[in-house]
Nanobody
Framework: QLQASGGGLVQAGGSLRLSCAAS????????MGWFRQAPGKEREFVGF????????YYTDSVKGRFTISRDSAKNTVYLQMTSLKPEDTAVYYC???????????????WGQGTLVTVSS
């Protein structure tokens, strides 16, 4: 019901755009969040967007570099990543839930994850 795509290998300083297509019950969710999990680390919050108003919020480490947007007609949320750093390397997950929040437990539906690797 959430299909993430767009991951790949990119050099430091480069850009990448991830997509998350929603279908089924996830379409009525209020919030779409992005999280990431680096090898050996906990899954961490990246940012979220409110479906209706488009309000966004980001964790400090990606502010000014990452942008979340949505295309309501396509039921798709995007994560535009610029000025990528090796420490951004992780599996990125999109998630849908009833309210915008930075806690992963607040999200009901999860995509399968897409790997982003940033080389130095």
């Amino acid at each position: 019901q959430l299909q993430a795509s767009g991951g790949g290998l990119v050099q430091a300083g480069g850009s990448l755009r991830l997509s998350c297509a929603a279908s089924g019950r996830t379409v009525s969710s209020i919030a779409m969040g992005w999280f990431r999990q680096a090898p050996g680390k906990e899954r961490e919050f990246v940012g979220f967007i409110n479906w209706s108003g488009g309000n966004t919020y980001y964790t400090d480490s990606v502010k000014g570099r990452f942008t979340i947007s949505r295309d309501s007609a396509k039921n798709t949320v995007y994560l535009q990543m610029t000025s990528l750093k090796p420490e951004d390397t992780a599996v990125y997950y999109c998630a849908a839930g009833p309210r915008t929040h930075y806690t992963k437990n607040e999200y009901t539906f999860w995509g399968q994850g897409t790997l982003v690797t940033v080389s130095s």
